[in-house]
């Protein structure tokens, strides 16, 4: 079991979250922020089983090259980040011990009703994540277990297809004369869902594009959609998109 936890980025949403959590599920956690010192750094992982990095995406190498010499070999060292393939390749580079990568599907405020599910992709010693997949559940979070590949293609295509086509779109729009005079409700709706995105989270999903190795290949892959929309058979592409309501409770599919 994973009773010692060390969590650096404490500070931050997400490392904020696992800590809260820890707490709640007794399991001891040590916070770890910066200024990263070795002593610090040395306090908190004495005796930790699992070491969670929880740093933002451009400070993944950096950190892990902090911290890494500092880890007993038989600490998992995981990550949080919401790409899997490079992230997972650097702390295998730097580590020898068990690794094992994490992407949680949610953010600080899990909305009510939502399933806070925990992608799990296996690094190096395969019965470490399992007991990552356990700590997880212990938390109270739903894990499943993945491949690095299969995750960041699924994820240029739920976040990263989500962002290039908001922008296309709206940057689209917003180049046709007179248009705001024409608003409607559902487009009023639909700006709003997408104003965090792009007035505060822009440059965290142009990052996590340009480190996803599957984003070029998701918007290509759209695009042959746009042309089955350009042919005119919409009714063809409204079919296909039924299956998001193949149930009347999507999760029992």
């Given at each position: ?17 696992i ?22 750094l040395?306090?908190?992982?004495d ?11 451009w ?68 019965q ?30 739920i976040?990263?297809l ?16 007179g ?8 487009f ?30 998701a ?24 299956w998001?309501?193949?149930t ?6």
């Open positions: 079991m994973i009773e010692r936890v060390a969590v650096i980025g404490a500070r931050g949403q997400m490392g904020g979250l800590m809260d959590r820890c707490r709640l599920a007794g399991v001891e956690s040590r916070g770890l922020d910066r200024p990263l010192t070795g002593d610090a040395r306090r908190a992982f005796g930790a089983d699992l070491a969670v990095v929880s740093v933002p995406l400070s993944m190498e950096e950190v892990l090259r902090m911290t890494a010499p500092l880890l007993d070999q038989k600490t998992i060292l995981a990550d949080v980040c919401s790409v899997k393939v490079h992230p997972l390749q650097q702390m295998l580079a730097v580590y020898g011990g068990p690794v094992v990568g994490t992407h949680p599907l949610f953010g600080p405020v899990i909305p009510e009703g939502f399933e806070p599910r925990v992608a799990v992709t296996p690094g190096r010693v395969d470490a994540a399992g007991l990552v997949s356990d700590f997880f559940k212990a938390l109270g979070f739903f894990p499943f277990m993945t491949t690095a590949e299969e995750h960041d293609e699924a994820v240029a295509k976040q990263g989500n962002f290039s086509t908001t922008v296309a779109y709206l940057a689209c729009l917003a180049r046709t004369p248009v705001d005079r024409f608003l409607t409700p559902s009023e709706r639909r700006l709003e869902a997408a104003r965090k995105m792009l007035t505060m989270d822009k440059d965290l999903f142009v990052a996590l594009s340009e480190a996803n190795p599957y984003s070029q290949d918007v290509r892959h759209f695009g042959e959609y746009l042309d089955i929309a350009a042919g005119g058979d919409l009714d063809l592409l409204a079919e296909m998109a039924g998001w309501w193949r009347d409770d999507r999760g029992s599919a």
